[in-house]
T-cell receptor
Framework: SQQGEEDPQALSIQEGENATMNCSYKTSINNLQWYRQNSGRGLVHLILIRSNEREKHSGRLRVTLDTSKKSSSLLITASRAADTASYFCATAPYNQGGKLIFGQGTELSVKP | ETGVTQTPRHLVMGMTNKKSLKCEQHLGHNAMYWYKQSAKKPLELMFVYNFKEQTENNSVPSRFSPECPNSSHLFLHLHTLQPEDSALYLC?????????????FGPGTRLTVL
């Protein structure tokens, strides 16, 4: 079974709209991280939320974590064309050192 | 710029070649990682090094041989690869090897095996 499954796999919106991406996982975690990747390049870290946190904000980004449902969501408000990218959630399983387990990602397309 | 650099950025090699990928982090971190990203698949963790010691080998074939001479440098030596090994290889580092903090990624090496 796969840890860190994102939903939807692809999302297309207009500039100015909000984008919501969801992530589900299966095991206990230390933290959950969201990353962004532009077309075949390196990953850029967006937000880390720890298992004892429920919500975090960073600029136009809002991340929630529900450990009882083993799920997280990433909300991007007032989206811009430059937000077009793939977004990945990654879970750091409890007691497994530095291991990060990534999902398949959500491809976000923001049309001007 | 994340503070993690990778060279080369692109590499094309034949199945009988030997090549090496290099990663360097300028962040003073203690842990370094190799990931493989194939088309239509999630990133796969390959190796983890904490304080220069390998702590994770995620069932990676022996044709991939990592080397970590110090906490700032990580290499991936490649030999007799297969076409299915073509992928983006990403290096990352983190301060805490226990997995409690952010991993910072390099730009990746796009590898094509002919």
């Amino acid at each position: 079974s796969q840890q860190g499954e994102e939903d939807p796999q692809a999302l297309s919106i207009q500039e100015g709209e909000n984008a919501t991406m969801n992530c589900s996982y299966k095991t206990s975690i230390n933290n959950l991280q969201w990353y962004r990747q532009n077309s075949g390049r390196g990953l850029v870290h967006l937000i880390l939320i720890r298992s004892n946190e429920r919500e975090k904000h960073s600029g136009r980004l809002r991340v929630t974590l529900d450990t009882s449902k083993k799920s997280s969501s990433l909300l991007i408000t007032a989206s811009r064309a430059a937000d077009t990218a793939s977004y990945f959630c990654a879970t750091a399983p409890y007691n497994q050192g530095g291991k990060l387990i990534f999902g398949q990602g959500t491809e976000l397309s923001v049309k001007p | 710029e994340t503070g993690v650099t990778q060279t080369p950025r692109h590499l094309v090699m034949g199945m009988t070649n030997k090549k090496s990928l290099k990663c360097e982090q300028h962040l003073g971190h203690n842990a370094m990682y190799w990931y493989k990203q194939s088309a239509k698949k999630p990133l796969e963790l390959m190796f983890v090094y904490n304080f220069k010691e390998q702590t994770e080998n995620n069932s990676v074939p022996s044709r991939f041989s990592p080397e970590c001479p110090n906490s700032s440098h990580l290499f991936l030596h490649l030999h007799t690869l297969q076409p299915e090994d073509s992928a983006l290889y990403l290096c990352a580092s983190s301060q805490d090897p226990r997995g409690t903090d952010t991993q910072y990624f390099g730009p990746g090496t796009r590898l094509t095996v002919l």
